[in-house]
C-alpha cells in the first residue's frame, strides 16, 4: 500500500519549458489536492479536485493546469515554467475530511 | 480570501517542556486539521477535529477546535528531541472539499 505516489522527486527546467507532475494514490480516496510550499509560506493550494471529472481552483492556481484522469491519477502542468514556479510540490488525497500528502517534488526553474 | 494564522512562528524550548501553540482564522472552519513536517518529507496528519469544541488526544498531543469555530489549539506534552519539525493547521470547507494551510510553527527541541 504505497499511498499518494509523486514523480518525479526532483526537477529542474528552463523558464519557457513544460512539464506535467504526476500523482496517484491508491486509497480509492475521491478527492485530491496540489499545493505548493516556499519557505516561510505554509503550503498553498493549486488546484483541488472533489471527485473524478472535476476540477477546482485554490490559492494560487495562475501558470498552472490540471487533469483529473481517473479516480487515482491528478496531474499538474506548468505550460511555460517561471522562476516564480521555484518550489516544493506535494500532492494530497483525502478521505472523511483528513488529507494525506506524497513526498513531494522539488522543481528549480532557471 | 481566506487565510490562517499561527502563532508563534517559532519555538526553542527544552526537552521535558510542555508546548502550546495556536492556529485563528477569520472565517468559519468544518474541521480543523494538525499535521507535523519534517525536512524533506510531506505533512503527516497528527489530529483531525470535527466538531465545535472538541478535545482530541494523541499520544502526547492534545488538540481543540474552538468553539468560535475559527480557531484550534494543539498541545504537546513532556517534549522529545523526536517533536523537532514544522507544525501546521489547516482548515477544510466542507461544502467546498477545500482545506487551506497557516504557515506553520517551527519547533526545536534543546536536549
Known amino acids: 500500500n504505497a499511498g499518494v505516489t509523486q514523480t518525479p522527486k526532483f526537477q529542474v527546467l528552463k523558464t519557457g519549458q513544460s512539464m506535467t507532475l504526476q500523482c496517484a494514490q491508491d486509497m480509492n480516496h475521491n478527492s485530491m489536492y496540489w499545493y505548493r510550499q516556499d519557505p516561510g509560506m505554509g503550503l498553498r493550494l493549486i488546484y483541488y479536485?472533489?471527485?473524478?471529472?472535476?476540477?477546482d481552483k485554490g490559492e494560487v492556481p495562475n501558470g498552472y493546469n490540471v487533469s483529473r484522469l481517473n479516480k487515482r491519477e491528478f496531474s499538474l502542468r506548468l505550460e511555460s515554467a517561471a522562476p516564480s514556479q521555484t518550489s516544493v510540490y506535494f500532492c494530497?488525497?483525502?478521505?472523511?475530511?483528513?488529507?494525506?500528502f506524497g513526498s513531494g517534488t522539488q522543481l528549480s526553474v532557471l | 480570501g481566506q487565510q490562517l494564522n499561527q502563532s508563534p512562528q517559532s519555538m526553542f524550548i527544552q526537552e521535558g517542556e510542555d508546548v502550546s501553540m495556536n492556529c485563528t482564522s477569520s472565517s468559519i472552519f468544518n474541521t480543523w486539521l494538525w499535521y507535523k513536517q519534517e525536512p524533506g518529507e510531506g505533512p503527516v496528519l497528527l489530529i483531525a477535529?470535527?466538531?465545535?469544541?472538541e478535545l482530541t488526544s494523541n499520544g502526547r498531543l492534545t488538540a481543540q477546535f474552538g468553539i468560535t469555530r475559527k480557531d484550534s489549539f494543539l498541545n504537546i506534552s513532556a517534549s522529545i528531541p523526536s517533536d523537532v519539525g514544522i507544525y501546521f493547521c489547516a482548515g477544510l470547507e466542507t461544502s467546498y472539499d477545500k482545506v487551506i494551510f497557516g504557515p506553520g510553527t517551527s519547533l526545536s527541541v534543546i536536549p
Open positions: 477535529l470535527y466538531k465545535a469544541g
Open positions: 494530497a488525497s483525502s478521505e472523511f475530511r483528513s488529507l494525506f
Open positions: 479536485s472533489a471527485s473524478e471529472g472535476t476540477t
